[in-house]
């Protein structure tokens, strides 16, 4: 057994806050052994962070870069984020949590995205999606009707393949996915958390717009519309609809909501387009 490790002499950390870095966070061995101190693991934080200023100055003093950024960290004045704690000298260098990736509405397009996924939980990052593109439950796929998973089947592929790749192998990948207020499988996306032991590496929101909560106020019925076709499909009362939210969210903290139109006021790239995604903590709207 490996001798225990103690602090760093002038590192700030508590017996506890210790034992979560010996955990999660130092480097191991080939036998599992914690083969880093915190304060190798700050320098090696501070010298990977620091060495990308010569990308835009030749001459950056590196060194004295990583010093104020290492002193930061000894000092407990800021700390950066897991995937840095994790990842910085590693040869795939994520060094950012927080990610959202486009989902189309086909295979390989859903697929692609398990792929990414895995790719950066595996690292310790976080994702989020909005799968309103997705065509809804029992429509047509592959030239037949009635087979489509949508939306909400496609969350328990997300799910599993992010509950099967642990964050940097420390910790569960968190997981956001928004679906839009007129998709056709709305309601059955409201109820998708209905059961507390389900999608527990995820959380859902439905994203709305000014038009639609201007329905809700005087009653209105909204059109849901085939994202695949284009066509609408049925009404729904905006009201009743924002009701079942509301009880949702009451009963189980999910879903939450989006505002489409307040979130893209403050878009600074709408050249490229809108912004209807948030990553998997929530802290950020992004574009894919």
Not at 132 to 140: A, E, Q, T, Y
Not at 185 to 207: C, G, H, M, Q, W
Not at 217 to 230: F, M, T, W
Request: net charge negative.
């Amino acid at each position: 057994m490996a001798a225990q490790s103690t602090p760093d002499v002038g590192v700030k950390l508590t017996p506890n806050a210790f034992r979560v870095l010996e955990k999660r966070y130092l480097r191991r061995n080939d036998d599992g052994d914690v083969a880093e101190t915190p304060e190798e693991m700050f320098r090696r934080v501070a010298w990977a962070v620091a060495a990308v200023e010569r990308t835009y100055d030749p001459a950056a003093d590196v060194q004295a870069i990583a010093e104020d950024f290492f002193q930061a960290m000894v000092c407990l004045q800021f700390l950066p984020n897991s995937p840095t704690l994790l990842n910085a000298g590693a040869d795939h260098g994520q060094l950012a949590s927080c990610f959202v990736l486009p989902v189309g509405d086909s295979v390989e397009s859903t697929f692609e995205a398990v792929k990414h996924t895995a790719i950066i939980h595996k690292n310790g990052g976080g994702t989020g999606f909005n799968f309103s593109r997705v065509r809804p439950r029992l429509d047509r796929a592959g030239g037949r009707h009635g087979v489509a998973a949508g939306p909400v089947g496609l969350i328990d592929v997300i799910a599993t393949a992010a509950d099967y790749i642990r964050q940097g192998g420390v910790r569960r990948g968190c997981n956001s996915v928004v679906l839009n207020v007129d998709h056709p499988d709305i309601l059955e996306f409201i109820r998708a958390k209905s059961d507390p032991e389900s999608l527990t590496n995820f959380y859902i929101s439905v994203a709305v717009t000014e038009g639609f909560m201007s329905m809700v106020n005087s009653g209105a019925e909204y059109p849901l519309v085939n994202p695949r076709s284009g066509e609408t499909v049925t009404f729904l009362n905006a009201r009743q609809v924002f009701d079942r939210i509301v009880d949702q969210a009451w009963h189980t903290g999910d879903p939450g909501l989006i505002f489409l139109d307040r979130i893209n006021r403050d878009n600074p790239t709408p050249h490229l387009g809108s912004i209807d995604m948030i990553t998997g903590c929530g802290e950020q709207a992004m574009l894919p």
